[in-house]
């Protein structure tokens, strides 16, 4: 009799070892389907911001041989005078574009010419939204000798900021490049300057959106 209890009683410990199994099961599965509806949310969302960040679209290029146009999609916010001597080689007009991190991060040529310069300076990643970023943070300089107009000499630097870690040149020294072709990717947001000749006319004021390969940001005189 006695062995007869122990096995009904062992065989009810076991049944009811396999009911708590199951309710548990039921319960971390229904936990785990949850979490998993979440981070597939996630990923969408995530996808759909990618899609958005690196849209690339063809900008509206501007005939005028006389024009400048701006170098990147944002927010004009700084314009002054400044020496650049790597490359423009002393004073020159400076136009610096904040680029958020839900504008274009795709950069174009502002002028149609040669690539006779490209530098890349390692550095901090400070927020781009600091207009004086450019003297700390990681950024490469692109020169390009103007083809539009002789001896002409433009500067663009491409800045890295607190969330982009990465700048992409698609360009090398000796690359041909028309007004408002892709040159470059700053992945996230950053900052954009570009450096002119003094005797270039300014056409934009602070605080303007501009887009980049489109927006007329300056005029030759």
Known sequence: MQAALKLILWSLVALLGVVVI??????????????????????????????WFF????PVIPSDPGVIVAPAHGKVDVID???ESEFVGGPCRRISIFLSVIEVH?????????????????????????????????NVLVGIESGERP?????????????????????????????GERISLIQFGSRVDLY?????????????TVRGGESVIATRA
């Open 22 to 51: 199951g309710v548990v099961s039921i319960f971390v599965g229904a936990f785990l389907t949850g979490v998993a509806n979440v981070l597939f949310g996630l990923w969408i969302l995530f996808s759909v911001f990618c899609f």
């Open 55 to 58: 849209r690339d679209p063809d």
């Open 81 to 83: 005078e400044t020496v």
């Open 106 to 138: 795709v950069q174009k040529a502002p002028v149609s010419g040669k690539i006779a310069f490209l530098k890349h300076s390692p550095g901090q990643f400070m927020s781009a939204l600091k207009q004086d970023s450019a003297a700390h943070n990681e």
């Open 151 to 179: 001896g002409e000499r433009i500067g663009v630097r491409l800045i890295a900021g607190l969330l982009a870690r990465r700048i992409i040149p698609w360009i090398e020294p000796g690359t041909e490049v028309a007004r």
């Open 196 to 208: 002119l000749p003094l005797t270039t006319q300014i056409r934009v004021r602070l605080g303007d």
